[in-house]
């Protein structure tokens, strides 16, 4: 079990290497680029979190198959 | 007595409702082929008083929202809300609405169908879809937004087939994770590992609530 701040430092890594050539369209939040990601998750905003927690869910997923 | 059409709204006022505008194109072509009847709402026409005007008088049996949303507000043209909670979810009773709208239905969506909507299905966060940084001018020629669309556009070309809203559900699930693992083939496109993450957060999203068995056909 990795601890809050484990879980966004390992979110801030995988962050940086999204691609630069997109952007993420986030419901009304708009579009966000890999720079404004990484901010939302330092700043542990409600996007943030949510980032933090999809990241999570995700890797968790992934680990048991999809 | 309800009708076998459905009502769309399209704005188009922001980058991200232009491509849901764009996709959507694809659903009305559909629509057309199989002889179904729809009304498109599309810009400035995707407001309060003339989509609460044709839900009254026309009761259309599915209704499909494109928009902006929050917890208990879907949307249109501009932000105009649309469907506010506690004021108007009446208006959906008997119909089965599909919310293509951030979060429109941890309280909008239950009360919708406590008044008597037959089904509700929305993304309990906000909907997301990748974009080329490079298209923003061209939305049709966006590779990257593509599986997002297949992703959102299957609900309704399932309930279009007479499929029940649990099916539709289903089928735009399996299609998203038949999605990321199309997607996971291969990192030869570095975009790839980013749209498979997206995915995965839309799919988690997506829910249903009503009528298992609702159908619009």
Same mark, same amino acid.
């Given at each position: 079990m990795i601890s809050k701040e484990?879980?966004?430092?390992?979110?801030?890594?995988?962050?940086?290497?999204?691609?630069?050539?997109?952007?993420? *369209?986030?419901? *009304?939040?708009?579009?966000?680029s890999k720079e404004d990601l990484i901010?939302?998750?330092?700043?542990?905003?409600?996007?943030?979190?949510?980032?933090?927690?999809?990241?999570?869910?995700?890797?968790r997923s992934l680990k048991s198959g999809l | 007595m309800q009708t076998k059409r459905f009502l769309i709204t399209r704005p188009n006022h922001d980058?991200?409702?232009?491509?849901? &505008?764009?996709?959507?194109?694809?659903?009305?072509? &559909?629509?057309?082929?199989?002889?179904?009847?729809?009304?498109?709402?599309?810009? *400035?026409?995707?407001?309060?008083k003339e989509v609460t005007k044709f839900l009254i008088k026309q009761d259309p049996g599915f209704v499909i929202f494109n928009g902006h949303g929050s917890r208990n507000i879907i949307n249109g043209h501009k932000d105009e809300p649309i469907i506010i909670c506690d004021e108007n979810e009446h208006l959906l009773?008997?119909?089965i609405t599909y919310a293509i709208?951030? @979060?429109?239905?941890?309280e909008l969506g239950?009360?919708?169908?406590?008044?008597?909507?037959?089904? &509700?299905?929305?993304?309990?966060?906000?909907?997301? &879809?990748?974009?080329?940084?490079?298209?923003e001018c061209t939305p049709s020629r966006d590779k990257f937004v593509v599986p997002f669309k297949k992703f959102s556009n299957e609900v309704?070309?399932?309930?279009?087939?007479?499929?029940?809203?649990?099916?539709?559900?289903?089928?735009?699930?399996?299609?998203?994770? @038949?999605?990321?693992?199309?997607?996971?083939a291969s990192d030869a496109i570095p975009e790839y590992k980013d749209i498979r993450f997206w995915l995965f957060w839309d799919k988690n999203f997506q829910k249903f609530i009503g009528e298992e068995i609702a159908s619009f056909l």
């Open positions: 484990e879980e966004k430092k390992l979110v801030l890594a995988r962050l940086e290497t999204m691609s630069d050539n997109i952007k993420v *369209s986030i419901g *009304s939040e708009g579009e966000l901010e939302h998750v330092k700043k542990g905003d409600k996007l943030g979190k949510l980032v933090i927690g999809m990241q999570i869910k995700y890797l | 980058d991200a409702v232009s491509y849901l &505008f764009q996709w959507s194109i694809e659903i009305l072509k &559909f629509a057309k082929n199989k002889g179904i009847n729809y009304s498109d709402f599309k810009g *400035s026409k995707a407001n309060r009773k008997s119909k709208a951030c @979060d429109a239905a941890a239950q009360k919708a169908v406590d008044k008597g909507a037959n089904a &509700f299905i929305r993304y309990e966060g906000p909907f997301c &879809f990748v974009r080329d940084a490079a298209k309704i070309i399932s309930l279009l087939k007479g499929k029940t809203i649990k099916e539709a559900y289903e089928r735009s699930q399996k299609i998203g994770l @038949d999605l990321i693992k199309e997607y996971s």
